[in-house]
């Protein structure tokens, strides 16, 4: 009975003061309606990439980029390619270009660069899905705008990883160029030596247990000097020690240690026609790692695969002008209510009082 009394009485209350409460409904309703209605539509355009995997060479994105080190590009100590491809987009280097591009310093009002960018940040989101899959997503008041800027990142991104393996195939063909033709002007001297040797002191005959020893010493320093080599190119495009470079220092130390228990060879010819043999497969080595860097500096693979490419999208995504129209009036009306209820008590107590005195 009493709960029924105060439902009554709140009823009443509100009820009393309904064109109170009408009237801040249909105000916030109305001016709600007109915020909505002035906002400008906001377009989201989405583009999905492929999940990026590691180069079969060994040399992998994430690693050469960190020892690049490109300016404007942070990439995670434990990074997956996945991951290095969403660093490189957020980057500053690839978020001026956009901006440069798409002219949205005037678009945002920004007077400097730095803010456009900032405010790029704001409507550019990158996320990997549960199936590894890259989302590129893009807001913009125009529609088309918003696809182009996404596909724009898409092909930042592209342009990027080509810059970067060119970087590293270009610096690599130099550096193997240059030792393969020092290798061979050493093969020729050794060869020119070695002749010389047998001219002057007649051909000296070398045991098979010799021979084999030489040929396997040769095979021993050949590798070990092509090690030295590709350490060679990698401190050319590294800024610093790496887990690769590590990787080499290890084995050629291993090298060294089976080289030191070989027998040493005391005949003279025995030398020279290691040295020879040495030269050569070196030669051969290097011939194979240069013809490599060649195919990999020559060739043009796109390096990122495309799953959906970015189109004007047909709806917007805010404002959501139902649901602010809607919220208001619910809001207003429960605000409303609330002050009603309030409102009534202090004249319910003044009555009161008069009647107990």
């Given amino acids: 009975m009493d709960k029924t009394y105060e ?5 009443d209350r509100i009820w009393a003061r309904r064109r109170g409460i009408g009237a801040l409904v249909g105000i916030a309703t109305l001016v709600t309606v007109v915020v909505a209605l002035l906002l400008p539509p906001w377009y989201r355009a989405q583009a999905v990439l492929l999940p990026p995997s590691e180069e079969q ?3 992998g994105i994430a690693s050469l980029v ?8 942070r990439i995670p100590t434990e990074a997956t390619p996945a991951d290095v491809f969403v660093a490189i987009l957020q980057s500053r280097t690839v978020s001026e270009q956009v901006v440069k591009r798409f002219d949205l310093q005037r678009h945002y009002h920004r007077k400097l660069l730095g803010d456009a960018v900032g405010e790029l940040h704001r409507h550019a989101g990158f996320k990997l899905s549960a ?7 893009v807001e913009d008041h125009d529609r088309r705008r918003a696809a182009d800027m996404a596909n ?5 991104l ?4 080509r810059e970067v393996r060119m970087t590293k195939g270009r610096r690599t063909r130099i550096f193997l160029e240059q030792r393969l033709t020092e290798t061979r002007v050493e093969l020729t001297r050794s060869e020119r030596v070695l002749t010389d040797y047998q001219a002057k002191r007649k051909a000296v005959a070398v045991s098979a247990e010799m021979s084999s020893a030489i040929e396997s010493a040769a095979q021993l320093s050949a590798q070990r000097m092509a090690l030295q080599v590709r350490l060679g190119v990698l401190r050319s495009y590294s800024r610093g020690p790496s887990e690769e470079q590590q990787q080499v220092l290890e084995q050629l130390a291993q090298l060294d240690r089976q080289l030191q228990k070989l027998p040493s060879t005391g005949i003279d010819i025995a030398r020279l026609l290691r040295d020879v043999k040495t030269q050569e497969q070196l030669y051969l080595l290097l011939t194979a790692q240069f013809e490599e860097a060649q195919l ?3 060739r043009d693979v796109v390096t990122v695969e495309v799953l959906d490419k970015a189109v004007p999208p047909e709806r917007k995504v805010r404002p ?3 649901f602010m129209i809607g919220g208001a009036f619910l809001l207003s009306l429960a605000v409303g209510g609330v002050w009603a209820a309030f409102q009534e008590k202090p004249r319910q107590l003044t009555t009161h009082l008069d009647s107990v005195s």
């Fill in 152 to 156: 724009a990142y898409v092909d930042l």
């Fill in 131 to 137: 199936a590894g899959t890259l989302e590129i997503s």
């Fill in 320 to 322: 959501r002008r139902g």
């Fill in 7 to 11: 439902l009554a009485d709140l009823w």
């Fill in 158 to 161: 592209d342009r990027f990883n």
């Fill in 296 to 298: 990999a500096e020559a």
């Fill in 57 to 59: 060479s060994g040399f």
């Fill in 66 to 73: 960190r020892g690049l080190a490109m300016p404007g590009v």
